[in-house]
């Protein structure tokens, strides 16, 4: 599983002219948010715990950025700064931070918004299990004038990184800013490369390069028309259903106060079923009511490991949930502090309102799986749909009931 997502911030920005002149592109706001930390925001969210940001150009700037944003870090989370001498290309810039680099990590462009699932391009089942193995995220567009272009067979296999206006004809799909990549990947290549020009090329002509194909939204705001329109569209296209999920009974068999790893048994698709809501763009949440910590046959630290655990297989699998909410309380247990009624407790619908309000949810066109009445009943009062669950393949009955979000991102270059 890669844990660690690494962004580019060292080029100069020239062509957005005097907006560069004292900040950093990715600094630059995007709907009166810094953009590079909209993308650091989107790393947590698909569960990248180490950010690392390679920075040259106005690097005191991204040191206030990190200071200011080390606050809002999540539990178990850090962010650091690696800074280039000089400029070095984006190669040389991902070389110079090789004391600090995870053996295997994710690579993004800090100008990009490229809306995908960066968990799926670093899964072991496609990017491969050894370190020569390489991947990047490719999307298709209507004119390539300002991209270099990727040549792949069907299973993803590279055939060849096409150099800028020189891509022969249509469907021209172009390089995404996103690559799961190895250390030695960038070693022994000197001081000065690119990762476009020089890393991929090598990597496609010796058959360790494959390429995966995404629909979702993406922006490349380094020309002032696109950064303009980056500051309505990005934070448009952040606002996107959910997919809320009980959990014993839907994503793992019920088989009674579930609390350790070794009683998990997943049902069947559950993983797949995750992995389609994160491709076809929803939030994925987890609400569910654990009385056994009420009846003391775990605490509550219990309930936490075993959704880390869970969200590590599912990211292992190239899948993710955003965000879980578990109630604890039950009016019969035997334990005092959480012997009582709780607002949260399904049928009521607190986990899911909490939720809604910490997140920018499309909430009319978001959805409930359960298999129980009160999980339906909590879908109503929130204002949601609610499908019961009756067992069987959790991915074939999701599948059902989503609707592709990239249906209606327009593309844009």
Wanted: net charge negative.
């Amino acid at each position: 599983m890669v844990d660690q997502c690494a962004i580019l911030l060292g080029g100069l920005g020239t062509r957005l002219g005097s907006l560069t002149r004292e900040t950093p592109k990715p600094l630059l706001p995007v709907g009166g948010t810094p953009f590079i930390e909209l993308l650091v925001r989107e790393a947590w969210r698909q569960g990248f715990r180490k950010v690392l940001l390679l920075a040259g150009y106005k690097s005191e700037r991204v040191f206030a950025f990190v200071d200011a944003l080390r606050a809002a870090l999540p539990p178990g989370h850090t962010i650091d700064v690696v800074v280039e001498p000089e400029p070095l290309g984006t190669g040389g810039a991902v070389a110079n931070a090789l004391p600090v680099l995870d053996e295997r990590f994710l690579l993004l462009n800090g100008d990009t918004w490229f809306d995908c699932n960066w968990n799926a391009l670093c899964s072991a089942d496609f990017v491969g299990e050894g370190p020569e193995n390489a991947s990047l995220a490719v999307r298709a567009v209507p004119m390539a004038d300002r991209y270099e272009t990727i040549d792949f067979e069907a299973d993803g296999q590279v055939r060849a990184v096409v150099p800028r206006g020189q891509a022969l004809a249509a469907p021209f799909y172009v390089n995404g800013g996103a690559y799961c990549l190895s250390r030695d990947h960038v070693r022994g290549l000197g001081e000065r490369f690119s990762i476009e020009e020089d890393v991929l090329p090598r990597l496609a002509a010796a058959g360790k390069l494959r390429a995966r194909a995404f629909e979702g939204y993406f922006l490349d705001i380094g020309v002032p028309e696109s950064y303009d329109r980056s500051q309505v569209e990005v934070p448009a296209q952040r606002r996107r259903p959910a997919l809320f999920l009980d959990r014993d009974g839907v994503l793992n068999h019920d088989e009674g106060y579930v609390g350790t790893t070794d009683r998990f048994r997943w049902i069947d698709g559950a993983m797949e079923a995750v992995r389609l809501a994160n491709d076809l763009g929803y939030y994925v949440f987890m609400v569910t009511n654990q009385a056994g910590v009420a009846r003391g046959y775990y605490p509550v630290e219990n309930v936490t490991a075993l959704f880390d655990w869970m969200n590590a297989q599912l990211r292992a699998h190239g899948a993710h949930i955003d965000d879980w909410r578990f109630c604890p309380y039950h009016p019969d247990g035997t334990v005092d502090e959480y012997s009582r009624a709780h607002p949260w407790r399904k049928p009521e619908p607190g986990m899911l309102l909490d939720l809604m309000e910490h997140w920018d949810i499309d909430v009319p066109a978001s959805l409930l799986v359960g298999d129980q009445d009160t999980d339906l009943a909590a879908a109503r009062a929130a204002g949601i749909a609610g499908h019961k669950f009756a067992g069987k393949n959790l991915r074939d009955f999701v599948a059902l009931h989503l609707v592709s979000q990239t249906d209606c991102k327009e593309v844009t270059t």
